[in-house]
């Protein structure tokens, strides 16, 4: 399964952009989905994730309430599974660059995810 997520930029504080990942098969139903982060000098951690039934979700302490995950699957065989991470009232801390990636249970610990998207970058500037 390949990742490829999209939607960074230069945003201000307090604003909003959302991330999306698109999934090179239609197999996301499969998988728990997340979106972690990593900014320098630190650890990639884990933001938010989905089961893969919808039914579960996580957020970290820290974007709780301001951060959304959701997943969209293909409606049609020429569109693409594709899971968004919603991210409003953005703070300074919140830069970093944003990795989507599928794997087995839904879980905090990066070694779980099997796949991962190229990263894009998020910069909250004023």
């Known amino acids: 399964v390949q990742l490829q997520a999209s939607g960074g930029g230069l945003v201000q504080p307090g604003g909003s952009l959302r991330l999306s990942c698109v999934a090179s098969e239609r197999t996301f139903m499969k998988y728990t989905l997340a979106w972690f982060r990593q900014s320098p000098g630190n650890e990639r951690e884990l933001v938010a994730a989905i089961s893969w039934t919808g039914g579960t979700s996580y957020y970290a302490d820290s974007v709780r309430g301001r951060f959304t995950i959701s997943k969209v699957p293909a409606a049609y065989a020429h569109e693409k599974d594709t899971v968004y991470l919603q991210m409003n009232n953005l703070r300074l801390d919140d830069t970093a660059v944003y990795y989507c990636?599928?794997?087995?249970?839904?879980?905090?610990?990066?070694?779980?995810?099997?796949?991962w998207g190229q990263g894009t970058q998020v910069t909250v500037s004023s």
């Open positions: 990636a599928a794997g087995g249970p839904l879980s905090r610990d990066r070694d779980e995810y099997d796949y």
